[in-house]
Protein backbone atom coordinates (compact mmCIF):
# COMPACT_ATOMS: atom_id res chain seq x y z
CA UNK A 1 0.00 0.00 0.00
CA UNK A 2 1.56 3.54 -1.13
CA UNK A 3 2.73 5.82 1.66
CA UNK A 4 0.45 9.01 2.25
CA UNK A 5 3.53 10.78 2.06
CA UNK A 6 4.39 9.90 -1.73
CA UNK A 7 5.13 13.16 -3.86
CA UNK A 8 1.82 13.23 -6.09
CA UNK A 9 0.09 13.71 -2.60
CA UNK A 10 -1.25 17.49 -2.68
CA UNK A 11 0.98 19.62 0.25
CA UNK A 12 -2.45 20.92 1.33
CA UNK A 13 -4.64 17.68 2.06
CA UNK A 14 -3.58 16.60 5.78
CA UNK A 15 -2.30 12.87 6.10
CA UNK A 16 -2.87 11.56 9.58
CA UNK A 17 -1.01 8.96 11.92
CA UNK A 18 -3.12 7.87 14.55
CA UNK A 19 -1.00 7.34 17.69
CA UNK A 20 -0.30 3.95 18.68
CA UNK A 21 -2.81 2.69 16.44
CA UNK A 22 -0.81 2.37 13.33
CA UNK A 23 -2.95 0.23 10.98
CA UNK A 24 -5.84 3.43 11.01
CA UNK A 25 -5.18 5.86 8.74
CA UNK A 26 -6.93 9.22 7.66
CA UNK A 27 -6.80 12.03 5.56
CA UNK A 28 -8.58 15.42 5.02
CA UNK A 29 -8.03 16.48 1.25
CA UNK A 30 -8.47 20.14 0.58
CA UNK A 31 -9.68 22.25 -2.71
CA UNK A 32 -6.49 21.57 -4.62
CA UNK A 33 -5.82 18.50 -6.83
CA UNK A 34 -8.13 18.08 -9.51
CA UNK A 35 -9.62 19.03 -12.36
CA UNK A 36 -12.44 20.78 -11.67
CA UNK A 37 -13.12 24.34 -12.40
CA UNK A 38 -15.05 27.98 -11.81
CA UNK A 39 -16.51 28.11 -8.30
CA UNK A 40 -14.85 24.59 -7.79
CA UNK A 41 -11.40 25.25 -8.89
CA UNK A 42 -8.42 25.49 -6.52
CA UNK A 43 -6.66 28.97 -5.88
CA UNK A 44 -5.55 30.88 -8.78
CA UNK A 45 -8.21 28.67 -11.14
CA UNK A 46 -5.83 25.47 -10.75
CA UNK A 47 -8.03 22.18 -11.41
CA UNK A 48 -10.25 22.09 -8.04
CA UNK A 49 -10.67 18.69 -6.16
CA UNK A 50 -14.27 18.61 -5.37
CA UNK A 51 -15.12 15.23 -4.44
CA UNK A 52 -19.35 16.08 -4.58
CA UNK A 53 -21.85 14.91 -7.13
CA UNK A 54 -24.94 17.01 -5.77
CA UNK A 55 -23.32 20.57 -5.84
CA UNK A 56 -23.57 21.37 -9.24
CA UNK A 57 -20.06 20.32 -10.69
CA UNK A 58 -19.59 18.84 -13.84
CA UNK A 59 -20.31 14.98 -12.93
CA UNK A 60 -17.28 14.00 -15.41
CA UNK A 61 -15.05 15.68 -13.45
CA UNK A 62 -15.84 14.82 -10.29
CA UNK A 63 -15.56 11.25 -11.31
CA UNK A 64 -12.19 11.59 -12.18
CA UNK A 65 -11.27 13.45 -9.15
CA UNK A 66 -12.62 10.35 -7.28
CA UNK A 67 -10.67 8.55 -9.78
CA UNK A 68 -7.32 10.40 -8.60
CA UNK A 69 -8.45 10.20 -5.20
CA UNK A 70 -8.56 6.24 -5.73
CA UNK A 71 -5.13 5.91 -7.18
CA UNK A 72 -3.42 8.06 -4.44
CA UNK A 73 -5.21 5.85 -2.20
CA UNK A 74 -3.20 2.73 -3.69
CA UNK A 75 -5.93 0.60 -4.07
CA UNK A 76 -7.77 1.71 -0.92
CA UNK A 77 -11.93 1.85 -1.70
CA UNK A 78 -13.63 5.17 -0.38
CA UNK A 79 -17.74 4.49 0.13
CA UNK A 80 -19.60 7.99 -0.17
CA UNK A 81 -22.77 8.59 1.77
CA UNK A 82 -25.57 10.45 0.44
CA UNK A 83 -25.59 13.06 3.80
CA UNK A 84 -28.84 14.38 5.07
CA UNK A 85 -27.80 16.35 8.43
CA UNK A 86 -29.28 13.20 10.15
CA UNK A 87 -27.32 10.51 12.89
CA UNK A 88 -27.94 7.20 10.73
CA UNK A 89 -24.68 5.46 10.39
CA UNK A 90 -24.11 3.04 7.72
CA UNK A 91 -22.84 -0.30 8.16
CA UNK A 92 -20.12 -0.53 5.57
CA UNK A 93 -19.15 -4.40 6.55
CA UNK A 94 -22.83 -5.30 5.52
CA UNK A 95 -22.49 -2.91 2.28
CA UNK A 96 -23.23 -4.79 -1.04
CA UNK A 97 -21.13 -2.25 -2.87
CA UNK A 98 -24.62 -1.39 -5.01
CA UNK A 99 -26.80 0.45 -3.59
CA UNK A 100 -27.47 4.14 -2.18
CA UNK A 101 -26.33 4.62 1.59
CA UNK A 102 -28.69 7.46 3.05
CA UNK A 103 -26.52 8.32 6.48
CA UNK A 104 -24.08 11.26 8.18
CA UNK A 105 -21.96 8.77 9.36
CA UNK A 106 -20.35 5.04 8.53
CA UNK A 107 -18.66 2.31 10.51
CA UNK A 108 -16.55 0.05 9.02
CA UNK A 109 -13.58 -2.95 10.21
CA UNK A 110 -12.83 -4.21 6.81
CA UNK A 111 -8.99 -3.54 5.74
CA UNK A 112 -8.96 -1.71 2.70
CA UNK A 113 -12.34 0.38 2.81
CA UNK A 114 -12.75 3.59 3.95
CA UNK A 115 -15.70 5.36 5.41
CA UNK A 116 -15.76 8.68 3.73
CA UNK A 117 -17.56 12.10 4.60
CA UNK A 118 -17.81 15.07 2.49
CA UNK A 119 -18.04 18.82 3.90
CA UNK A 120 -17.29 22.69 3.05
CA UNK A 121 -18.09 23.48 6.67
CA UNK A 122 -19.95 21.16 8.50
CA UNK A 123 -17.43 19.42 10.70
CA UNK A 124 -15.54 16.09 9.71
CA UNK A 125 -14.71 13.49 12.23
CA UNK A 126 -12.79 10.54 12.24
CA UNK A 127 -13.01 7.82 14.54
CA UNK A 128 -10.66 4.98 15.43
CA UNK A 129 -10.76 2.12 17.96
CA UNK A 130 -7.72 0.19 19.58
CA UNK A 131 -5.31 -1.87 17.45
CA UNK A 132 -7.26 -1.04 14.12
CA UNK A 133 -10.30 -2.81 14.93
CA UNK A 134 -12.95 -0.66 13.10
CA UNK A 135 -12.82 2.78 12.23
CA UNK A 136 -15.75 5.44 11.47
CA UNK A 137 -16.33 9.04 10.21
CA UNK A 138 -19.20 11.04 10.74
CA UNK A 139 -20.17 14.43 9.58
CA UNK A 140 -21.46 16.81 11.95
CA UNK A 141 -22.91 20.03 10.86
CA UNK A 142 -24.69 21.61 14.08
CA UNK A 143 -28.02 19.26 13.57
CA UNK A 144 -26.50 16.50 13.25
CA UNK A 145 -24.46 17.63 16.59
CA UNK A 146 -27.37 18.27 18.88
CA UNK A 147 -29.02 15.39 17.62
CA UNK A 148 -26.50 12.62 18.49
CA UNK A 149 -24.20 12.16 15.70
CA UNK A 150 -21.29 11.73 17.01
CA UNK A 151 -22.53 10.11 20.27
CA UNK A 152 -24.16 7.27 17.73
CA UNK A 153 -21.11 6.65 15.77
CA UNK A 154 -18.88 6.33 19.11
CA UNK A 155 -21.32 3.95 20.40
CA UNK A 156 -21.32 1.76 17.00
CA UNK A 157 -17.90 1.93 16.95
CA UNK A 158 -17.03 0.72 20.34
CA UNK A 159 -20.19 -1.99 19.69
CA UNK A 160 -18.19 -3.56 16.59
CA UNK A 161 -14.37 -3.38 17.87
CA UNK A 162 -15.88 -4.35 21.34
CA UNK A 163 -14.06 -1.61 23.29
CA UNK A 164 -15.59 1.14 25.67
CA UNK A 165 -15.87 4.61 24.41
CA UNK A 166 -13.05 5.47 27.14
CA UNK A 167 -10.74 3.80 24.44
CA UNK A 168 -11.36 5.29 21.27
CA UNK A 169 -9.49 8.11 19.54
CA UNK A 170 -11.31 11.05 17.45
CA UNK A 171 -9.10 13.11 15.03
CA UNK A 172 -11.45 16.67 14.11
CA UNK A 173 -10.94 18.06 10.48
CA UNK A 174 -11.37 21.45 8.78
CA UNK A 175 -14.61 22.95 10.02
CA UNK A 176 -15.79 26.63 10.07
CA UNK A 177 -14.62 28.39 13.11
CA UNK A 178 -15.83 30.20 15.67
CA UNK A 179 -14.97 33.83 14.38
CA UNK A 180 -17.25 33.05 11.48
CA UNK A 181 -20.07 30.92 12.61
CA UNK A 182 -22.54 32.79 13.50
CA UNK A 183 -26.04 31.25 14.91
CA UNK A 184 -29.05 32.04 16.04
CA UNK A 185 -30.51 31.40 19.70
CA UNK A 186 -32.16 28.55 18.40
CA UNK A 187 -29.30 26.80 18.04
CA UNK A 188 -27.69 27.50 21.11
CA UNK A 189 -30.95 26.28 23.08
CA UNK A 190 -30.72 23.08 21.24
CA UNK A 191 -27.48 22.46 22.75
CA UNK A 192 -27.64 24.12 26.08
CA UNK A 193 -31.04 22.12 26.63
CA UNK A 194 -28.86 19.00 26.60
CA UNK A 195 -25.88 19.65 28.03
CA UNK A 196 -25.84 23.31 30.40
CA UNK A 197 -22.12 23.42 29.76
CA UNK A 198 -22.44 23.85 25.69
CA UNK A 199 -22.92 27.20 26.81
CA UNK A 200 -19.31 27.95 26.20
CA UNK A 201 -19.10 27.14 23.32
CA UNK A 202 -21.06 30.21 22.33
CA UNK A 203 -20.05 33.85 22.77
CA UNK A 204 -22.38 36.88 22.02
CA UNK A 205 -22.36 38.51 18.24
CA UNK A 206 -22.62 41.88 17.73
CA UNK A 207 -26.38 41.07 16.29
CA UNK A 208 -28.73 41.02 19.30
CA UNK A 209 -30.36 37.51 19.47
CA UNK A 210 -27.09 35.72 17.73
CA UNK A 211 -24.35 33.95 18.99
CA UNK A 212 -21.11 32.66 17.87
CA UNK A 213 -20.41 29.22 18.13
CA UNK A 214 -17.88 27.08 18.38
CA UNK A 215 -18.53 23.72 16.51
CA UNK A 216 -14.58 21.95 17.58
CA UNK A 217 -15.81 22.08 21.25
CA UNK A 218 -18.90 21.33 20.97
CA UNK A 219 -18.03 18.36 19.01
CA UNK A 220 -15.57 17.78 21.98
CA UNK A 221 -18.44 18.08 24.37
CA UNK A 222 -20.34 15.39 22.41
CA UNK A 223 -17.44 12.99 21.87
CA UNK A 224 -16.77 13.34 26.00
CA UNK A 225 -20.05 12.37 26.91
CA UNK A 226 -19.66 9.19 25.08
CA UNK A 227 -17.30 8.59 26.72
CA UNK A 228 -13.69 9.62 25.12
CA UNK A 229 -10.95 11.59 27.17
CA UNK A 230 -10.39 14.91 25.97
CA UNK A 231 -6.47 14.24 25.33
CA UNK A 232 -7.78 11.11 22.83
CA UNK A 233 -9.64 13.92 20.65
CA UNK A 234 -7.20 15.22 18.24
CA UNK A 235 -7.06 18.12 15.69
CA UNK A 236 -10.02 20.93 15.41
CA UNK A 237 -9.32 24.53 14.75
CA UNK A 238 -8.65 24.80 11.23
CA UNK A 239 -11.06 27.15 9.46
CA UNK A 240 -12.83 26.55 6.08
CA UNK A 241 -13.97 30.11 5.76
CA UNK A 242 -11.05 31.84 6.60
CA UNK A 243 -8.67 29.85 4.36
CA UNK A 244 -10.32 30.03 0.68
CA UNK A 245 -6.76 28.85 -1.14
CA UNK A 246 -7.29 26.00 0.80
CA UNK A 247 -10.63 24.45 1.54
CA UNK A 248 -14.10 25.30 0.11
CA UNK A 249 -17.01 27.13 2.15
CA UNK A 250 -20.21 26.94 1.40
CA UNK A 251 -21.36 30.13 3.68
CA UNK A 252 -18.42 31.86 2.19
CA UNK A 253 -19.23 30.99 -1.53
CA UNK A 254 -22.62 29.30 -1.90
CA UNK A 255 -21.78 27.83 -4.83
CA UNK A 256 -18.51 25.59 -4.12
CA UNK A 257 -17.43 22.40 -4.12
CA UNK A 258 -16.87 19.57 -1.40
CA UNK A 259 -13.54 18.37 0.44
CA UNK A 260 -13.21 14.69 2.23
CA UNK A 261 -12.43 13.32 5.59
CA UNK A 262 -11.47 9.29 5.45
CA UNK A 263 -10.38 7.20 7.41
CA UNK A 264 -9.96 3.42 6.44
CA UNK A 265 -7.70 0.40 8.43
CA UNK A 266 -4.16 -0.58 6.60
CA UNK A 267 -4.22 -4.77 5.70
CA UNK A 268 -1.07 -4.32 7.81
CA UNK A 269 1.09 -1.54 9.86
CA UNK A 270 3.78 0.21 7.70
Known amino acids: MRALSQPAWPASWTALHWPGNPRVRGLFSSRDGGGSRGPYAAAEGAGGMNLATHVGDDLQQVLRNRERLATWLGGVQAVWLEQVHGIEVADLDAWDGTRALCADAALCSRPGVAAAVLVA ?45 ADLQ ?6 IGPAHFEVGEEVRAAFVAADALAARAFAPSRRQGHWMADLF ?5 RLQRAGLPR ?36 ASAS
Not at 238 to 263: K, M, N
Open 170 to 175: AWLGPA
Open 217 to 221: ELARQ
Open 231 to 266: ASILGGGRCTVADPARHYSFRRDRITGRQAGLVWIE
Open 121 to 165: DCLPVLLAAPQGRAVAAAHAGWRGLAAGVLERSADALAGRAGCHG
